[in-house]
Structures are given as C-alpha cells and as structure tokens.
C-alpha cells in the first residue's frame, strides 16, 4: 500500500482512473497482450479505410495516393451489378434470420428434454461435428452427392426417373444454401442456448411439475422465458452480420449456371477485386458500404430490442 501511495502518478490523480489502473495493474497486464492484438490487428489497418476516397497508385502506396472525394461512390452507386448484389444479399441473409435462426433454438430446446444423458451426449456430438469441416468439404461432399452423376441422381435413374440439376438449377440454389448452412452449423449454434439453458433455476421446473404443468408449458413458460436475453443478443449479431455472411459458402458453391442468383455483395466484391482489373479503390468503397450497413442494422437491432423490452446489446 505504501508503494501505491509513493508512487508520484498516483498522488497526481488520487482518487481518479489512473488510481484505479494502478491499483489493478496485474489485471492490465494481463489484458495487454490482448490489447496489443487488437491495435497492430483491429485497429491498425483501418488506415486503409480511406482508400475508398483515394485513386490507389500502387507506386505511392495507400497514404500517398491522390484523394478522389465520393468519385469511387459515383461509380459504386452507378453500377447496377451492385445494387443487385445488395438486393440478393438481403434477400439470402434476411431469408436466413427467419428460416435458419430458430433452428439450434429448437435443436437446444430438443437436447435438454432428451433425458437419456449418453444418447444426448451422441446426439449432440453428431450435429456439431459439420461445424469443424470447411466448407471446401462440404462442398465437395454436395458434388459427389448432388451433381448430374451423383449418387442421388444415379439413384433415381436406377428407379427411372429423371435426373436433378440439384447444383445447376438456379431456384434450387437458395433452398440448398439455408438446408446445408443448417446442417453445418445448427449443432455448434446450440450450444450457446444450452449453456443458457443449464443457468435456468431447477425449482422453477419444480414447482410447475407440481402445479401440473406439461413438458412442452415447462418448456414455453419457463425455458424460453429464461434464454430470452441470450436469444435477443445472437438475433442482435446476426441482423449486424446480414450483409457479409455467407461468403465461404457461397464461394464454393458457385457455379456459373447459377450466377444470377448467387452473387451476394461479397461475390461481388471479390469478383471487382480479383476477376477484373485491380481497383483496390472501388472495392474499398464497397467494403466500406457493406460494413456501414451492417452498423446500421446493428444499431437498429439493439434499439428494436431495447424498445420491445430487453436489454439490447449495446447496454
């Protein structure tokens, strides 16, 4: 305590934050190196950010470039194949929060009934492992099952119906997007609510046996109830992720037969980028775009939470 004391940058700021920070200085220690990841890794290379209103020069690199004001926006904003793939990407991923959110709700919900613990633990461990395959995998397990002279399609030849473009057929696409995208991550999403879950006080469910209440009240009426909050807070991350998620996916999906439908806002991006001459300026622009709206939709998100009576993410 008298080190604390003697120390002169705490005598200058007695009672204030520095006091504080010198009082816990283990702890801030500890949570510098975490710091520093964040700043050399997070922070740091939002520098770049303003390309989006620079004309790059590669030979006077990113701050040496000539600034070019919203000019990269006038030709972002002008470009249809642009607004399409904003538009395609809202469709996907809003398509995604209704039919594919509730999911590992219901598959957590599921798992805590099962009262057999080793069939769950099995149960459990089937549904989550998708999640540690890439999607370069899963992939390439869909080819070999869904192309033209995949088992399904050899299947249903050998019983004399007509093969499926499962992979090729532009209406099919989107359909096979939410069924795999659940399959693959439905297992590991659950976890999160059955953690949740584990926290709900045992005599709630206690005293709703005795009063008679059936397994699926016990379940609407007290478990859904109690996981409320983590519920708005991932519902909150995923309406702030609606215009870049997807991406892996849809990469390794693609296919040319059914570009019209499959070209998010982040295929796009990578096609200006890498599949037509480089214009680090342009697709800049966009990324910048992209993770505006994403702010936005969070803080509209945590706001609807807040207004519908939680507590939102954002305190």
């Known amino acids: 305590m008298t080190e604390v004391k003697d120390n002169p940058l705490v005598k200058r700021s007695h009672g204030g934050i520095?006091?504080?920070?010198?009082?816990?200085?283990?702890?801030?220690?500890?949570l510098l190196p975490g710091l520093i990841w964040y700043i050399v890794f997070a922070y740091g290379p939002m520098g770049g950010?303003?390309?989006?209103?620079?004309?790059?020069?590669?030979?006077?690199g990113i701050w040496g470039s000539p600034w070019a004001g919203l000019e990269n926006y006038e030709r972002v904003f002008g470009d249809p194949a642009f607004w399409s793939a904003v538009f395609r990407t809202l469709y996907i991923n809003i398509g995604r929060l209704i039919f594919q959110f509730?999911?590992?709700?219901?598959?957590?919900?599921?798992?805590?009934?099962?009262?057999?613990?080793?069939?769950?633990?099995?149960?459990?461990?089937?549904?989550?492992?998708?999640?540690?395959?890439?999607?370069?995998?899963?992939?390439?397990?869909?080819?070999?099952?869904?192309?033209?002279?995949?088992?399904?399609?050899?299947?249903?030849?050998?019983?004399?119906?007509?093969r499926i473009s499962f992979l090729g057929s532009p209406s099919i696409f989107q359909p096979m997007l939410y069924i795999t995208d659940a399959w693959k991550s439905a297992g590991w999403g659950a976890i999160v609510y059955l953690a949740a879950i584990s926290g709900v006080d045992t005599d709630q469910y206690e005293a709703a046996e005795i009063d008679g209440?059936?397994?699926?009240?016990?379940?609407?009426?007290?478990?859904?109830?109690?996981?409320?909050?983590?519920?708005?807070?991932?519902?909150?991350?995923?309406?702030?992720?609606?215009?870049?998620?997807?991406?892996?996916?849809?990469?390794?999906?693609?296919?040319?037969?059914?570009?019209?439908?499959?070209e998010i806002l982040d295929m796009y991006i990578y096609r200006i980028t890498f599949q037509a001459p480089t214009d680090f300026s342009f697709s800049m622009?966009?990324?910048?775009?992209?993770?505006?709206?994403?702010?936005?939709?969070?803080?509209?998100?945590?706001?609807?939470?807040?207004?519908?009576?939680?507590?939102?993410?954002?305190g």
């Open 18 to 30: 520095l006091h504080l920070i010198w009082k816990h200085r283990m702890v801030y220690t500890l």
């Open 49 to 60: 950010l303003q390309l989006a209103f620079k004309t790059y020069r590669a030979s006077e």
């Open 102 to 162: 509730p999911i590992p709700i219901i598959l957590a919900l599921l798992l805590n009934e099962m009262k057999f613990v080793k069939f769950k633990k099995v149960v459990q461990t089937v549904f989550t492992f998708p999640h540690f395959l890439s999607w370069i995998v899963v992939a390439s397990i869909l080819t070999n099952m869904l192309s033209l002279d995949g088992l399904v399609n050899n299947v249903l030849a050998a019983f004399g119906m007509e």
């Open 213 to 262: 209440a059936s397994r699926f009240q016990r379940v609407f009426f007290i478990t859904l109830p109690n996981i409320m909050p983590t519920i708005v807070v991932m519902f909150i991350l995923a309406v702030g992720g609606v215009m870049s998620t997807g991406f892996d996916q849809v990469f390794n999906l693609d296919n040319v037969s059914v570009r019209s439908v499959s």
């Open 285 to 314: 622009a966009v990324s910048l775009f992209r993770s505006t709206i994403n702010m936005v939709l969070l803080l509209i998100a945590d706001r609807g939470a807040k207004l519908m009576g939680g507590d939102g993410l954002l």
